[in-house]
């Protein structure tokens, strides 16, 4: 067998009957126990190859437990992505594709995508485009002066006509004269944008024949770049339990895996046990290291496959094997009663949401608020619910019984007027009373629904905190968002650059519990028809 190897484990827990979900944030006790024996051969496997206390130096590892021919168990290994640069190294499954074949098709593709980089970057650098760029930017800069000035001067005017205007004994004539200067200021103001649109013409001429050339060329690199990589995943043939075989690109729109997919640690390592007939029986992922750039991973800690790439290619790889259901795809046994209703009239309705169940309609579970709301209410037309909470938060959320009172709410919403409140416990000792969190957002587009800080293209967050007590290790807070970026309260308790201490059952960002302790408390909003301030809230659980 290859050097990656078959490591024995003798089991100290039965067996599942059944493989246990990957995407359940706690793996089954056998994989536990086959990562704890891997995190403690790390050092030996990895030492001299990788530095895992670097910044952005962690690593997701995996394992899976498998059961040979002959009936001995024993569990294999795997990192995602490369490990010290390299895709192999010795005590690890081998990766998807075929190492050779793929550095032969990338060396002749990235010389031809070399030489376009530079090129380009020869065409950018080029004191010609340089000058001519200066040029018609302080020729801009200029025009937007001159504008600027005269239009603060018509605006002046237009506001000496209006207090000439209200006095009684203005003749016609007065009147007739301020018409005529109102629009000749107009007047004024087109010609100086026809005039400064002149002076640069030829330049911006020259200007947009440079830039095209060097998209033409940016765009022909793109081309080129997509191609090399659809033959690159070419070489990604996976292997299914029950023998069967599929190109990876099949299962993405288009053909195009998104980067990265095929090179998960899971993946490698349920290919690798099924081309070598190794019966798998339990996986387990946890990082090793220190945090990636955007944060929130923790040292040790056991995360779920990824939903991007892992959710789309781990059913078929184990085809032929009975899979439990995820915890957050199984349904919640909740009576008709549920949401209940804290208020309502013609207009609205404000609800309390439990703990576990949808917001709206998810792709696999279809049983949330918004469905429960349109059984209770069948008169209601288009969509009820004007926010939601993430499925494992608890607390008020309103809903419009009209259009018109939906379209008034929605503008409170977008107009940030609507106050809220959430009660939440934190896995820690917040140290300071009060404070507010901005940190930039986005999603991670490896591993969706999850959050990320991102300075580059993450979106602005605002929340606004208070400790409400201290107690064993546990932090309550008051969280007052300003905006509501997705999963933005669980982000900002639990990164660095936030309070650094998860929601306690934050299953995503910190530690799983029994629950997300954290509840919408209390909701503030004028009513869409009488314009009356309410304050709606709801009872803390925790």
């Known amino acids: 067998m290859n050097t990656a190897g078959f490591y024995p484990l003798k089991l100290n827990s039965d067996i599942p009957t059944v493989f246990p979900s990957p995407f359940d944030v706690l793996p089954h006790v056998v994989a536990q126990q086959a990562a704890e024996s891997l995190k403690q051969r790390l050092p030996e496997l990895c030492g001299g190859i990788h530095s895992f206390d670097t910044p952005d130096g962690g690593k997701m590892f995996g394992v899976l437990v498998v059961q040979n021919s002959v009936g001995e168990f024993g569990y294999l290994s795997a990192f995602s992505g490369m490990l010290g640069n390299r895709w192999e190294c010795t005590g690890f499954v081998p990766q998807v594709f075929d190492l050779q074949q793929r550095e032969s098709l990338l060396h002749k593709g990235e010389q031809q995508v070399a030489v376009m980089s530079g090129e380009m970057n020869s065409r950018l650098g080029d004191p010609a485009f340089i000058d001519t760029e200066n040029q018609l930017y302080k020729l801009d800069d200029t025009a937007q002066l001159e504008l600027e000035s005269l239009k603060a001067a018509n605006a002046n005017r237009k506001q000496q006509r209006h207090k000439s205007r209200a006095q009684a004994d203005l003749t016609q004539a007065a009147l007739d004269e301020m018409a005529h200067q109102s629009r000749n200021d107009k007047i004024a103001f087109k010609q100086l944008r026809i005039r400064l649109a002149a002076e640069s013409r030829e330049l911006r001429s020259q200007y ?125 046994e909740l009576s008709d009663e549920y949401p209940h209703t804290l208020y309502a009239d013609d207009q609205i309705v404000v609800v309390e949401k439990p703990a576990g169940l949808l917001s709206v309609p998810g792709k696999v579970l279809t049983d949330s608020v918004e469905t429960r709301l349109k059984a209770r209410y069948p008169e209601v037309q288009g969509v009820m619910l004007l926010h939601r909470l993430d499925q494992a938060t608890s607390g008020v959320m309103i809903a419009a019984r009209n259009p018109l009172a939906y379209k008034k709410l929605q503008h409170q919403f977008q107009d940030r007027t609507i106050q809220k409140k959430y009660m939440a416990l934190l896995d820690g000792t917040v140290e300071q009373d009060q404070g507010s969190i901005s940190l930039p957002l986005r999603v991670d587009i490896y591993d969706r629904p999850r959050q990320i800080v991102c300075a580059d293209r993450g979106k602005a967050s605002l929340t606004k905190y208070s400790v409400m007590s201290r107690e064993a290790g546990v932090t309550r807070v008051a969280f007052y968002p300003h905006t509501g970026r997705t999963h933005q309260l669980r982000v900002h308790a639990a990164h660095s650059d936030g309070l650094n201490c998860a929601i306690l059952g934050d299953e995503l960002y910190g530690r799983p519990g029994n629950r997300l302790h954290l509840h919408a408390e209390q909701l503030s909003f004028d009513h869409p028809l009488t314009g009356r301030r309410m304050t709606l809230s709801s009872d803390v659980s925790f």
């Open 208 to 332: 947009q024949l440079m830039t095209a050339a060097i998209d033409k060329l940016r765009k022909q690199r793109k081309k080129l770049s997509q191609k090399l990589q659809a033959q690159v995943f070419t070489g990604y043939q996976l292997r299914s339990v029950d023998n069967q075989t599929r190109a990876m690109a099949e299962f993405f729109e288009a053909g195009l895996p998104p980067s990265g997919a095929g090179d998960c640690a899971a993946i490698k390592l349920v290919q690798y046990a099924n081309s070598y007939q190794l019966k798998p029986i339990a996986l387990a992922e946890f990082w090793w290291g220190q945090p990636p750039l955007g944060g929130l991973r923790e040292h040790g800690r056991y995360y779920p496959s990824c939903r991007s790439r892992c959710r789309v290619l781990l059913p078929f790889l184990l085809s032929g094997l009975k899979l439990s259901v995820p915890l957050h795809e199984q349904p919640v």
